[in-house]
């Protein structure tokens, strides 16, 4: 079945700076990639999605990238505030049950 | 559009005891999804239910079950609790009908501490 990894488990970048998070699945039939923010307190809220007949989408400051052949993809938000500070999960969905398989989370720090 | 609600919010139960966690969907969603969170792990799926069944289950002992009434409404239980059972759970809506094209949508979540 579907298995997803994702690194790193905590990531402390500088007000302003870029941070990224990587995934990689091992299902190469799995074609819709979400990515999640999960506030203290709150429960996870999308804030971007890919499906894979796409290699790149953006948002704003946020964008995903996503490579079919090496079966990864990668968040990437630029020019970060405080608010990001958050645990940033992704998931991908394989075909034969459309269940979300998750990665285990990363969390974000934002340096002042 | 009102969103997922959960309730209870917070819970304290024994070891032993049972507990029952509910979950309304999003206005017009069938499907309703279950997750345990425990500090440090990641999303681990419960079950799916869609229309009144379980159309999904996850690796979890025959201690948690749930149900889906008509109203979509969705109700989790834990039998014969442990301490390992205190955890954050997340309930998850979506219409159910679009596969791979759908958001899934989280409420806050109950967080159930066991004694």
């Known amino acids: 079945g579907e298995n997803v990894e994702q690194h790193p488990s905590t990531l402390s970048v500088q007000e302003g700076d870029s941070a990224v998070i990587k995934c990689t699945y091992s299902d190469s039939a799995s074609n819709y990639f979400p990515w999640y923010k999960q506030e203290l307190g709150k429960g996870p809220q999308l804030i971007i999605d890919?499906?894979?007949n796409v290699g790149e989408k953006k948002d704003q400051r946020i964008a995903v990238t996503l490579n079919k052949t090496a079966k990864h993809f990668s968040l990437h938000i630029t020019e970060t505030q405080p608010e990001d500070s958050a645990v940033y999960f992704c998931?991908?969905?394989?075909?034969?049950?459309?269940?979300?398989?998750w990665g285990a989370g990363t969390k974000l720090i934002i340096k002042p | 559009k009102a969103g997922v609600t959960q309730t209870p919010r917070y819970l304290i139960k024994t070891r032993g005891q049972q507990v029952t966690l509910s979950c309304s969907p999003i206005?017009?969603?069938?499907?309703v999804s279950w997750y345990q969170q425990t500090p440090g792990q990641g999303l681990q799926f419960l079950f799916e239910y869609f229309s009144e069944t379980q159309r999904n289950k996850g690796n979890f002992p025959g201690r948690f079950s749930g149900r889906q009434f008509s109203n979509s409404r969705s109700e989790m239980n834990v039998s014969t609790l442990e301490l390992g059972d205190s955890a954050l759970y997340l309930c998850?809506?979506?219409?159910?009908?679009?596969?791979?094209?759908?958001?899934?949508?989280f409420g806050p979540g109950t967080r159930l501490l066991v004694l």
């Open positions: 206005s017009g969603h069938r499907s």
């Open positions: 890919i499906r894979s």
């Open positions: 998850a809506s979506r219409t159910g009908t679009s596969g791979e094209k759908e958001t899934q949508y």
């Open positions: 998931a991908a969905m394989p075909p034969s049950n459309y269940q979300l398989i």
